[in-house]
């Protein structure tokens, strides 16, 4: 596979597994705290420390939307480039402890989360 269409496939699988996880910790938000209307939500999203890990995913998400938005051309180096950070997100090879461990934790106990970082770390592995 080209690297230009294995960046595309992880790129979606990555919005897959990001909005599995969003509402995993939405479900757990609300249970503790109550319902939240799509707002309040989008707030605690940008701007709440213990959300701060998804930051992750929707920072890298958009990266690569605007690289295959650029109108002059991709350089090869920059989808190389993010096929790297893809994979060493998956591989949570980050050095921030709560997200490796918020992450774990997702994977860990939502199936469709689990799966979805499968596949993508299938993807590496050719």
């Known amino acids: 596979m080209e690297n230009k269409e294995k960046l595309k496939n992880a790129r979606n699988l990555l919005l897959k597994l990001h909005k599995s996880m969003l509402d995993r910790e939405r479900e757990l938000y609300e249970g503790i705290h109550g319902p939240l209307k ?4 989008l ?7 213990g959300f701060s890990w998804l930051r992750t ?14 109108k002059d051309g991709i350089e090869v ?14 591989e949570m090879k980050e050095h921030d402890e709560y997200f490796k461990a918020k992450y774990q934790n997702a994977i860990q106990r939502d199936p469709d989360s689990a799966g979805l970082h499968s596949e993508l770390r299938s993807l ?3």
Request: proline share 2%; hydrophobic share 55%.
């Open 57 to 70: 995913f929707s920072m890298l998400i958009v990266e690569i939307d605007e690289l295959f938005a650029q």
């Open 38 to 41: 799509p707002t309040q939500f």
């Open 43 to 49: 707030s605690l999203l940008l701007e709440d420390e």
């Open 77 to 90: 180096g920059m989808i190389e480039a993010n096929l790297v950070k893809v994979n060493e997100l998956v």
């Open 124 to 126: 590496f592995l050719d």
